[in-house]
């Protein structure tokens, strides 16, 4: 049997809704710290959430974008890439594939994600600096999982330590966007 009430309830919640450009809007102009939850291999979800981030009505309102998926050493290529550089698609991928969680990662709208920003920087008043937040390591250094588990607990750390400098060091929002669980520490589920 349908319950109507439930189906009320669920449309209560639903009015008065902003636009997600309208709340990011408001929140970097405010200084925040906006954190972005993203379910791996949602590539549609990924994608708008990149739109609304390389948004024109953005620009300027945050210069630092904190991402998981990326090795930190490859900080430097990365920069390179972003700011014109020649960089073979071979090479780019290193950033998100030479990783510790590197299955999550596979999906294309992540190596779409840099193409897309790199291009919408060519267009921004105030690039968007990436900082890659999984600890720099080298596979051959890593003798037994325990080692792997200490990088992989590492992640979390590094991007609050990433985080808290760059805030000290700048007025504007900063935009981090990482899988929901480190956000919310727990599985995201679907619903309201």
């Known amino acids: 049997m349908f319950d109507s009430s439930t189906q009320s309830k669920a449309n209560a919640q639903l009015e008065g809704m902003i636009s997600p450009l309208t709340f990011f809007k408001a929140e970097l102009e405010a200084g925040a710290i906006l954190a972005i939850g993203e379910a791996h291999w949602y590539g549609e979800l990924f994608e708008k959430m990149t739109d609304v981030l390389l948004d024109a009505e953005l620009d300027g309102m945050f210069s630092h974008l904190f991402i998981e998926f990326g090795n930190a050493k490859h900080q430097a290529l990365l920069n390179n890439y972003l700011m014109g550089e020649t960089i073979t698609d071979a090479e780019l991928a290193a950033v998100w594939l030479d990783s510790v969680a590197f299955p999550a990662w596979l999906h294309p709208c992540y190596g779409q994600f840099f193409q897309r920003l790199?291009?919408?920087?060519?267009?921004?008043k105030v690039p968007i600096n990436v900082v890659l937040t999984e600890p720099s390591f080298q596979w051959q250094d890593i003798a037994h999982a325990g080692e792997l588990t200490k990088i992989n607990a590492q992640r979390d750390q590094a991007l609050v330590d990433g985080v808290e400098k760059q805030v000290v060091k700048s007025d504007r929002g900063v935009v981090v966007l990482?899988?929901?669980?480190h956000i919310l520490k727990r599985s995201p589920t679907l619903g309201f």
């Open 118 to 124: 790199r291009a919408a920087n060519a267009q921004r």
């Open 178 to 181: 990482v899988g929901a669980r």
